[in-house]
C-alpha cells in the first residue's frame, strides 16, 4: 500500500501520495471485521469512494478522529527521528555567522530538513 520508499509524500498545500495514504488510513482504522469483510468483497481493486478523493490541507482537517489521531502520533514520531527541532534548524538559519560557517551541503541539508519539518508541524495542526 505504502509504495517502493515505504512512505508518504507531503506537499504544503497537500499530500502528494494521497491514493496510498487515503488507502493505508482506512485500512489502518478499520475493526477487525470491517478489514475481513473488506477484502472479501475485494475492495482493494475498485473503490470509487478513494479515486475521488483528494487529501488537501482541508481533507485532512475533516478525517475522523481515528485517522487524526494515526496521522498525529505517526508525525510526532517522524520528528523525534530528527537529531534536532524545527526552533534549532530555524535559529541556525538566521545566525548568518553560524550559517555561513557550514558548507554548501550542510546549507543545503539545512534548507531540506527545515523545510521537512515546517510541513511536519503544519499537518499536526491540521489534524489535531
Known amino acids: 500500500m505504502v509504495g517502493e520508499e515505504g512512505a508518504f509524500v507531503l ?15 482506512k485500512v489502518l482504522c478499520m475493526s477487525e471485521e470491517e478489514f475481513k469483510e473488506y477484502k472479501e468483497q475485494d475492495g482493494w481493486e475498485d473503490d470509487s469512494e478513494e479515486e475521488n478523493c ?3 490541507n482541508e481533507a485532512l482537517a475533516r478525517l475522523k478522529t481515528p485517522c487524526k ?7 510526532l514520531l517522524t520528528l523525534e527521528s530528527y537529531g534536532s527541532d524545527l526552533k534549532a534548524e530555524q535559529d541556525l538559519l ?8 557550514l558548507s554548501r551541503r550542510e546549507q543545503q541539508a539545512l534548507h531540506v530538513r527545515y523545510g521537512q519539518k ?6 499536526l495542526e491540521l489534524v489535531h
Open 11 to 25: 506537499g504544503w498545500d497537500e499530500v502528494l501520495t494521497e491514493e496510498e495514504l487515503s488507502m493505508t488510513l
Open 118 to 123: 515546517r510541513i511536519l508541524h503544519r499537518l
Open 94 to 101: 538566521n545566525n548568518k555567522e553560524t550559517y555561513e560557517k
Open 54 to 56: 483528494t487529501l488537501s
Open 69 to 75: 489521531q494515526l496521522l498525529y502520533d505517526s508525525v
